[in-house]
Structure formats: C-alpha cells, structure tokens
C-alpha cells in the first residue's frame, strides 16, 4: 500500500470538505471561471477546500503554463489536468 505525503496537514474531518468550502470566504474569491470549473468537476471543491489557504492563499489558475511564468511569485498554481485522472484519486 502506497502513503501519500503533502506538505501540510490535511483537516481534521473532511468529511463534506467540499460543501463547508463553497460556504468559506476563500470561495467567494475565486474568480468566476473557476467556479464554473468546480461546478463542472466538484472534487475541485474538495481540493480546495484541504488546502492551508491562510498559509499560501489561493493557488493562481493557470489555463496553460508557459516559461513566461518563472518570474512569478506566486508560487501555488492550479492547472488543469486529465479529469479522470484527478476525480479518482479524491
């Protein structure tokens, strides 16, 4: 059996994580689209709602990456990924 390791603690429960974060302030934040996507895929929401956003904030939506972006300070990007791929894993 594989362990997972992040570089924070995950919640204590996160049990309807995801329900609790549309319901945070965090939420309300997000720009338009991407409140779009997390109606379209709602594990997003649960994603979201496990990160320490009081420590790094909200992670920047980047549609495409590109080396442009090395400069950027804002280190904590969300990109999107195969879907399959990410909904099993949460």
Same mark, same amino acid.
């Given at each position: 059996?594989?362990?997972?390791?992040? *570089?924070?603690?995950?919640?204590?429960?996160?049990?309807?994580? =995801?329900?609790?974060?549309?319901?945070?302030?965090?939420?309300?934040?997000?720009?338009?689209?991407?409140?779009?996507?997390?109606?379209?895929? *709602?594990?997003l929401l649960?994603?979201?709602?496990?990160?320490?956003?009081?420590?790094?904030?909200? *992670?920047?939506?980047?549609?495409?990456?590109?080396?442009?972006?090395? =400069?950027?300070?804002?280190?904590?990007?969300?990109? *999107?990924?195969?879907?399959?791929?990410?909904?099993?894993?949460?």
């Amino acid at each position: 059996m594989s362990t997972i390791v992040l *570089p924070f603690e995950l919640p204590a429960n996160i049990e309807g994580i =995801g329900e609790r974060f549309i319901e945070n302030h965090y939420y309300k934040e997000l720009p338009k689209m991407v409140q779009g996507l997390t109606e379209e895929y *709602p594990f997003l929401l649960d994603y979201f709602g496990m990160l320490p956003l009081d420590q790094i904030g909200l *992670p920047l939506y980047c549609p495409e990456l590109s080396r442009k972006m090395s =400069g950027e300070k804002n280190s904590t990007l969300s990109t *999107p990924a195969n879907v399959k791929v990410c909904s099993s894993t949460f």
